[in-house]
């Protein structure tokens, strides 16, 4: 079965096509609130998550300011 590899901004570019087509939100926005268990309902947005995870922890996108 074939890999596919995306960077990070492909991965954050597709993260946020999805989070502002169903929710007009950031990706950074859906990740924090699910990241701090404010998140209604993470399964509408599964696949951002599960992208989400394709970065490292350090990741910039999961700092809160």
Known sequence: MPTA???RDEIIA???RVAQQRWQLSAVEIIRAYRRGT???AGE???IIVLSTLLPAD???FVEH
Do not use: F, I, N, Y
């Open 45 to 47: 947005v599964a696949d």
């Open 39 to 41: 998140l209604e309902d």
């Open 5 to 7: 590899e995306l960077t």
């Open 59 to 61: 990741d910039p996108l």
């Open 14 to 16: 597709e993260m946020e």
